[in-house]
């Protein structure tokens, strides 16, 4: 570790020497450092990229080596400093995240900052925020036996875009898996104003129903705008013909409720 630390210093005089007071140092670097720190609550190991007209820099460190800052040399002018972690099955490309067909969203946090870095030295902290909401759903069957249809949870929106974080638009389909207690659990990631997520009802290869899950969240109050997306309870009640909706963080027996 010591090593780390005598060669980042060593770096630091270089690039500082290699620009003297009497000399124009507009076209010198400014040494940026990234208190990466807060993201080792969601992960061991965190994406950073800086951005301007395009990528400056991409790199992914594990946090337990960085204990005070990550240090980076980025040219003059503001940069976007974004990161992320919690990517698992998810592809990334040129700043897109993109979530396969058939799986679950990934639990991705990130964070995007302007940063001014028009001096020698700038400096950011990581505030990773929560990019999808888990969706807890409970069948109330109309019968004691097992609920009979499979379901399927689809949107047009498959991932994120760090650069700015915004909803990427795109087919996302994953099969849900109701327990002995006819619940399950499913991330959506972040959706668009104008997003058609559903609840896909199925009887064999059939499609016999869509329930209108994004007309329900939004119609709730629900805000895919929050830097920390909150999680949903939804109770879908086919004996009441009623589906009532809970969002984290509600006092409790508060709930937003319509009809089947």
């Not at 800086?50 to 991409?58: A, D, K, L, T, V």
């Not at 980025?74 to 698992?88: D, E, F, L, S």
Request: aromatic share 10%.
């Amino acid at each position: 570790m010591n090593r780390i630390y005598l060669i980042t210093a060593m770096l630091t005089a270089f690039v500082l020497s290699s620009c003297s007071v009497k000399e124009d140092r507009t076209p010198c670097p400014c040494w940026l450092g990234i208190d990466i720190t807060p993201s080792k609550a969601y992960s061991k190991d965190v994406t950073l990229s800086g951005w301007n007209e395009g990528r400056i820099f991409s790199h992914t460190v594990s946090i337990a080596d960085y204990p005070s800052s990550y240090e980076q040399t980025v040219p003059k002018g503001h940069v976007n400093v974004a990161a992320y972690c919690g990517r698992k099955e998810s592809t990334e490309e040129g700043g897109r995240i993109i979530i396969p067909l058939g799986y679950d969203s990934d639990p991705i946090r990130a964070h995007l900052r302007l940063v001014d870095c028009n001096g020698e030295f700038a400096h950011d902290t990581l505030t990773m925020c929560k990019q999808w909401a888990t969706v807890h759903l409970k069948i109330e069957n109309s019968s004691d036996d097992q609920y009979p249809y499979s379901l399927s949870v689809e949107s047009d929106v498959c991932g994120i875009d760090i650069r700015d974080l915004s909803p990427i638009r795109g087919a996302f389909c994953y099969d849900l898996t109701l327990d002995s207690q006819e619940s399950c659990s499913f991330r959506l990631p972040r959706q668009r104003d104008d997003s058609k997520a559903v609840i896909v009802t199925y009887s064999g290869e059939d499609k016999l129903d869509e329930l209108p899950l994004y007309q329900w969240i939004e119609e709730s109050g629900y805000s895919w705008h929050d830097k920390d997306l909150k999680d949903i309870y939804i109770g879908v009640d086919y004996v009441r013909a009623q589906v009532s909706i809970v969002i984290q963080g509600w006092d409790e027996g508060d709930s937003y409720e319509v009809r089947l």
